[in-house]
């Protein structure tokens, strides 16, 4: 069964950087896309990116094209965000979670019913 364990989330002042890791046990993410969510308080939860280890497909959402990018290491077993240019409005509960999928060259979902999978979450404050 796949696990998933999210870190390196904190505080930051505006404009400023953190990197958040997603780090799977039970499994290699070989045949999964992972996903990055965000809710913060009073609003749903958001899909940010996702990320196909086998393939490298990417995709954003448009509030943070440009200064976020998600990235896999190469045993395919932890999955980064790296979050720059930082805003208050990126404050929020940041939770990554996989789905299974063996469509490689395929763009990933970043919908929360694809998602069999779920991290605990991990808090992201921006404020000076």
């Known amino acids: 069964q796949l696990q998933l364990v999210e870190s390196g989330g904190g505080l930051v002042q505006p404009g400023g950087s953190l990197r958040l890791s997603c780090a799977a046990s039970g499994s290699t993410l070989d045949y999964y896309a992972i996903g990055w969510f965000r809710q913060a308080p009073g609003k749903e939860r958001e899909g940010v990116s996702c990320f196909r280890s086998s393939g490298g497909r990417t995709n954003y959402a448009d509030a943070v094209k440009g200064r976020f990018t998600i990235s896999g290491d190469n045993a395919k077993t932890t999955v980064y965000l790296q979050m720059n240019s930082l805003k208050p409005e990126d404050t929020a509960i940041y939770y990554c979670?996989?789905?299974?999928?063996?469509?490689?060259?395929?763009?990933?979902?970043?919908?929360?019913?694809?998602?069999?999978?779920w991290g605990q979450g991990i808090q992201v404050t921006v404020s000076s």
């Open positions: 979670a996989a789905y299974f999928s063996t469509t490689f060259t395929a763009v990933c979902h970043m919908t929360q019913p694809w998602y069999e999978h």
